[in-house]
């Protein structure tokens, strides 16, 4: 159904724990797929400072590197302050139109509403307002959104949910926490995967579909 997605990733990191057993999906289905993220480090995370270069692997394990190259699969950097977003949301906003109008996606995803992260909440309130009229799916956060109630399952195989424990594992400030061990992230899909008679599934929110 979908040609193009946008994927929207306030922190890297985000995108391979909310979705990306669904980007590699996507990816092994021809769909183009773009992954943007928001943040990147300030003065005060020294620890982020390969966080580009962990993201640009994180998507090469989601996706192949084949699909990189060939533009098929992309990622774009931004540089918004990290768990400072609020303070320039006009500017996410405008960030957003530009990229909506630019790629022209038929489906995004960013955090789904009840998140409780600060820079999460920014990300789909304002994909809300830039994207009217595109299909805008929200997706799970383990550890910040503990009330999810998700409407939208996608099926992932084994070699996928490999590929996104693969992708997680290429953040060095993020694979000893709890939330992003292989067999959390396994748990998560064989949860999901129950729920809608699937043996691993991904599950999503629906802000609103447009087909």
């Excluded at 946008?6 to 092994?28: F, K, M, N, Q, W």
């Excluded at 640009?56 to 699969?73: D, I, M, P, T």
């Excluded at 500017?91 to 996606?105: D, Q, Y």
């Excluded at 939330?179 to 998560?188: G, H, I, M, N, V």
Aim: aromatic share 8%; net charge negative.
């Amino acid at each position: 159904m979908f040609t193009r997605v946008l994927i929207l990733s306030p922190h890297p990191d985000d995108e391979a724990l909310g979705c990306g057993g669904t980007v590699a999906r996507l990816a092994d289905d021809s769909r183009e797929v773009i992954v943007v993220t928001l943040t990147d480090r300030d003065a005060n995370q020294p620890l982020l400072d390969d966080i580009a270069s962990e993201s640009e692997n994180a998507l090469e394990q989601l996706v192949g590197a084949a699909r990189v190259k060939s533009g098929q699969c992309a990622l774009i950097h931004l540089a918004f302050p990290l768990f400072e977003m609020r303070t320039v949301r006009q500017h996410v906003l405008t960030t957003f139109e530009r990229l909506r109008r630019e790629l022209k996606p038929d489906a995004v995803f960013a955090p789904a509403l009840g998140d409780l992260h600060q820079d999460h909440q920014v990300c789909m309130e304002e994909a809300a307002r830039a994207f009217k009229g595109v299909t805008l799916l929200g997706y799970h956060i383990l550890r910040s959104n503990p009330e999810f109630a998700p409407a939208v399952y996608v099926g992932i195989t084994e070699e996928q949910l490999e590929r996104k424990t693969a992708a997680v594992q290429c953040y060095s400030t993020q694979r000893e926490k709890e939330y992003c061990k292989p067999w959390t992230l396994r748990a998560q899909a064989a949860f999901r995967g129950a729920q809608c008679g699937l043996p691993l599934a991904e599950a999503f929110s629906v802000r609103w579909a447009v087909v």
